[in-house]
């Protein structure tokens, strides 16, 4: 065979292996994108249900249905030590735990499934949990 031909059958056949490996990678790159989306999107609820506890005047018992819907949506998109911190968040914070439960192990654990879902969405890279500190901030009704 003609080494013209040689050089041209790779030549063409290389371009095509690098079409296909560069689709898939585009295509692996653009799921796992759209996968951050959707996970940064649960955690948002699940930050913004957390926060509605906190404001007063909010409806408490709507505040509650949404961070239990957040909570358990969170179980289908989270790695497992997220769900570790958000269940030993919320066993500090439930109702059944009203009166024993220490602000500083509230600002503690909060801080831990904070810290973890920054990890867990590629925010953390700088974060030093040592020195990261974080506590819920609320408000009072206008007519206070």
Do not use: C
């Not at 911190?85 to 654990?109: C, G, I, T, Y």
């Not at 920054?118 to 949990?129: C, P």
């Amino acid at each position: 065979m003609d080494y013209q031909i040689i050089v041209a059958i790779i030549t063409a056949g290389a371009a095509i292996i690098v079409a296909v490996v560069s689709f898939f990678l585009n295509e692996s790159a653009k799921r796992k994108t759209e996968w951050q989306q959707k996970k940064f999107g649960h955690y948002q609820n699940l930050l913004l249900a957390i926060s509605d506890l906190v404001i007063d005047g909010k409806n408490k018992t709507k505040a509650n249905q949404d961070f239990s819907t957040a909570s358990n949506t969170i179980a289908l998109i989270a790695p497992q030590k997220v769900i570790d911190a958000l269940m030993a968040f919320h066993d500090e914070v439930k109702w059944a735990n009203r009166d024993s439960a220490s602000p500083e192990r509230h600002d503690e654990l909060l801080k831990n499934l904070i810290l973890l879902i920054r990890e867990d969405i590629g925010l953390s890279k700088n974060d030093d949990s040592k020195t990261f500190a974080f506590h819920l901030i609320g408000s009072r009704p206008n007519n206070q």
